[in-house]
């Protein structure tokens, strides 16, 4: 130790340059942390999902999900897969060992997904992805005087665009509003006056609203799919569907015999802020991301103001710390 301390009492510059490495090299490492709120968590999950339209759920198990989880078989760092089927559509969840890099571990199952070769033709594009360890940064509602949760709803919208604009930030949440339907209110003397009944309605609905494959017909040099796509999404699409043909040849159409309209559904799922509907919007970091910087960008963005007006009113909406 004596021997050491002579050597740098007796040298000064490799102690100069010692000195300057360490300031350099701690400022880079100071500049380069990410500040989060709780221990940054290893991400060890990778998610595979897809969807089948017109699918059943055995037909998604056994045309997707089985053949996926054969060629999983044998792949190092794999824990447990979990999958589910669900109509139109399925998920499989894969976790990993820690020990293993995920990188790795998301190749070699991106690999064992572009193997299957007898996936249904229908089938659209497999998205493999990791699912990332997020905390939240900063949870806000929006809400405002006279305007309805619809119109918040599309205001919402914007500034999702918006704040996803914004170097740094990319897990945002919009939630508060109820799932969107279309309801169908029949009238019940126009059944009676056109001699329809319910079952009538809604065979012709659903005949008539749908999103099918009729398999694919093959020739020499091309292959054809085959697929009905008539499905809306909108009450006002819905107006024209033919429920039958009177006695004179004329054509009674859905909305000869109801009223349609979009709403929302009629469930719990709702925001107020001082008894007014709001819509909240949730902003989240990644491990790679940093949580105060993401904050400090998100309160610089609401102070240089909302530049949004609703149809409703012309009063724009605020924002409140949620």
Do not use: C
Request: glycine share 6%.
């Amino acid at each position: 130790m004596r021997g050491i301390i002579k050597y740098f009492v007796n040298h000064k510059i490799p102690v100069n340059i010692l000195i300057i490495f360490f300031i350099v090299f701690g400022i880079a490492g100071t500049l380069a942390l990410k500040s989060s709120f709780f221990p940054l968590i290893k991400p060890k999950y990778i998610s595979i999902n897809f969807a089948l339209p017109g699918g059943s759920p055995s037909e998604i198990e056994e045309g997707v999900v089985l053949k996926i989880e054969d060629n999983l078989e044998g792949i190092a760092g794999i824990e447990r897969v979990t999958s589910t089927s669900r109509e139109n559509s399925g998920s499989i969840l894969i976790e990993t060992n820690t020990d293993y890099e995920i990188d790795a571990i998301i190749l070699e199952v991106k690999n064992a997904v572009d193997k299957v070769s007898s996936f249904p033709t229908d089938l659209e594009p497999v998205i493999v992805s990791k699912i990332e360890e997020q905390e939240a940064t900063v949870i806000f509602s929006l809400t405002g005087n006279n305007i309805d949760l619809l119109s918040l709803k599309n205001i919402s919208k914007k500034i999702e665009n918006d704040l996803r604009d914004i170097d740094g930030i990319s897990q945002i949440k919009v939630s508060g509003f109820p799932d969107e339907e279309i309801e169908i209110a029949v009238n019940d003397k126009k059944l009676i006056e056109y001699e329809l009944t319910f079952t009538d309605i809604s065979k012709a609905v659903k005949s008539s609203n749908i999103l099918i494959s009729g398999g694919n017909i093959k020739t020499s040099d091309e292959e054809y799919l085959i697929r009905s796509n008539n499905k809306n999404y909108y009450a006002n699409e819905l107006n024209d569907i033919v429920i039958k043909n009177d006695n004179e040849g004329g054509i009674i159409r859905l909305g000869d015999v109801a009223v349609i309209r979009d709403q929302f559904s009629e469930t719990s799922n709702s925001s107020f802020v001082d008894l007014k509907s709001a819509v909240v919007i949730s902003v989240s970091s990644t491990n790679s991301e940093d949580l105060l910087d993401s904050a400090k960008k998100i309160e610089l963005w609401k102070k240089k103001g909302i530049k949004i007006k609703s149809a409703i009113t012309e009063k724009p909406p605020y924002l409140k710390a949620g």
